[in-house]
């Protein structure tokens, strides 16, 4: 069973970088031809699409947060990672990880999600 | 980027049926069979409830069903259950210079 688990700080301060990392286990990241993606949720709000990086490394983002936003993936240690720059309190959510079939870009595993707080 | 346009809440009664829609353009919802539903209980991730407008991934009830007609998804909940209440969102692939789109919920009370 696949399982996608995040992991950075829960604070960050404004104007600085929003760093987290979203492991892959139970399933290879590069074996085959998903996108794996970021997708937030600020409190009491809706789901917003943040970006997603193919397996092949093609990136795609939201044109909200493109010039903020880098997604990239470590096969490696089968973990993809995403950065947001110069953060807000805006900023503040719930950030999943999470993975989309390829074409219809279903996702259809998420990770637990975990909160980052932009204060100073 | 635009957000698909959802009701903000809907509610029904025990037993009954309601129906909550999902209304794009011709770049996502209308344009492409990939229409996807996620409900959300409080404090939990989404869970992927319809993929590609109608299918239902195992092991999610039969009382939820999907559909689209031009540009707008649907999604029906029949036999409504008290464990129904929740949020959901629809997301559809999206032809434009982005990938995939979210709508902006739905809050569903079961009354």
């Known amino acids: 069973q696949l399982q996608l688990q995040e992991s950075g700080p829960g604070l960050v301060k404004p104007s600085e970088t929003l760093s987290l990392t979203c492991t892959v286990s139970?399933?290879?990241?590069?074996?085959?031809?998903?996108?794996w993606g970021w997708i937030r949720q600020p409190p009491g709000k809706g789901l917003e699409w943040i970006g997603s990086?193919?397996?092949?490394?093609?990136?795609y983002y939201n044109p909200s947060l493109k010039s903020r936003v880098t997604i990239s993936v470590d096969t490696s240690k089968n973990q993809f990672s995403l950065k947001l720059s110069s953060v807000t309190a805006a900023d503040t959510a719930v950030y999943y990880c999470?993975?989309?079939?390829?074409?219809?870009?279903?996702?259809?595993?998420w990770g637990q999600g975990t909160l980052v707080t932009v204060s100073s | 980027q635009s957000a698909l346009t959802q009701p903000a809440s809907v509610s029904g009664s025990p037993g009954q049926s309601i129906t909550i829609s999902c209304t794009g353009t011709?770049?996502?919802?209308?344009?492409?069979?990939?229409v996807s539903w996620y409900q959300q209980h409080p404090g939990k991730a989404p869970k992927l409830m319809i993929y590609?407008?109608?299918n239902r991934p195992s092991g999610v009830s039969n009382r939820f069903s999907g559909s689209k007609s031009g540009n707008t998804a649907s999604l029906t909940i029949s036999g409504l259950q008290a464990e129904d209440e929740a949020d959901y969102y629809c997301?559809?692939?999206?032809?434009?210079?982005?990938?995939?789109?979210f709508g902006g919920g739905t809050k569903l009370t079961v009354l």
């Open positions: 011709s770049s996502d919802v209308g344009g492409y069979n990939y």
């Open positions: 990086i193919y397996y092949s490394g093609s990136t």
């Open positions: 997301s559809s692939y999206t032809s434009s210079s982005t990938l995939l789109v």
């Open positions: 999470a993975r989309h079939q390829p074409a219809t870009v279903t996702t259809d595993y």
């Open positions: 590609e407008v109608s």
């Open positions: 139970g399933g290879s990241i590069s074996s085959s031809s998903y996108y």
